[in-house]
T-cell receptor
Framework: AQTVTQSQPEMSVQEAETVTLSCTYDTSESDYYLFWYKQPPSRQMILVIRQEAYKQQNATENRFSVNFQKAAKSFSLKISDSQLGDAAMYFCAYKGYGGSQGNLIFGKGTKLSVKP | DGGITQSPKYLFRKEGQNVTLSCEQNLNHDAMYWYRQDPGQGLRLIYYSQIVNDFQKGDIAEGYSVSREKKESFPLTVTSAQKNPTAFYLC????????????FGPGTRLTVT
């Protein structure tokens, strides 16, 4: 079974600085998706960024980028120029291409605080 | 605006009562999902549906039931058989179960006393 591990329960960053959130996963599949979701205090889950495993190029969305290391099964999220609005829970999630469920498998999350 | 709506945002019930949580989407998505979130935990899959009139159990389906009579709607019933129903419930949808990202509704916080 696939698992997702986020080893940092809490992180803190100064406004305008850069922070990296870690995520590792375990799978025997060769094709899959990886995602980072943000959950602010409103508790709405918001998609931040996605990565297809077959793509070697790391995904980037504005201030958010990932470092995808397929062999190491690592998928970290880098937030540049952190803003107060980035404060939230961040969840790493895995989704296989095949399988019967097609659901997302989530890590337990990292709570990010942004200091002014 | 396209999106997913869940109602109500907060729901209170007495123990022993069944309760139904609403989920509606106007994204024309085929697949819909229900997740449960507990404090300090990620999301866990309760039920999912690939198409109308079809649904499958997820990892924690015991004590829950669903229906999918319309493409837009996927209500979740929390029955009295669910031992620990107090939780935050999130509905999601995607174009298909084998296609990428899922989009989430705002969630319903259920409290059972």
């Amino acid at each position: 079974a696939q698992t997702v591990t986020q080893s940092q329960p809490e992180m803190s960053v100064q406004e305008a600085e850069t922070v990296t959130l870690s995520c590792t996963y375990d799978t025997s599949e060769s094709d899959y998706y990886l995602f980072w979701y943000k959950q602010p205090p409103s508790r709405q889950m918001i998609l931040v960024i996605r990565q297809e495993a077959y793509k070697q190029q790391n995904a980037t969305e504005n201030r958010f980028s990932v470092n995808f290391q397929k062999a190491a099964k690592s998928f970290s999220l880098k937030i540049s120029d952190s803003q107060l609005g980035d404060a939230a829970m961040y969840f790493c999630a895995y989704k296989g291409y095949g399988g019967s469920q097609g659901n997302l498998i989530f890590g337990k999350g990292t709570k990010l605080s942004v200091k002014p | 605006d396209g999106g997913i709506t869940q109602s109500p945002k907060y729901l209170f019930r007495k123990e022993g009562q069944n309760v139904t949580l609403s989920c509606e989407q106007n994204l024309n998505h085929d697949a819909m999902y229900w997740y449960r979130q507990d404090p300090g935990q990620g999301l866990r899959l309760i039920y999912y549906s690939q198409i109308v009139n079809d649904f499958q159990k997820g990892d924690i389906a015991e004590g829950y039931s669903v229906s999918r009579e319309k493409k837009e709607s996927f209500p979740l019933t929390v029955t009295s058989a669910q031992k620990n129903p107090t939780a935050f419930y999130l509905c999601a949808s995607s174009s298909g179960i084998f296609l990428g990202e899922q989009y989430f509704g705002p969630g319903t916080r259920l409290t059972v006393t």
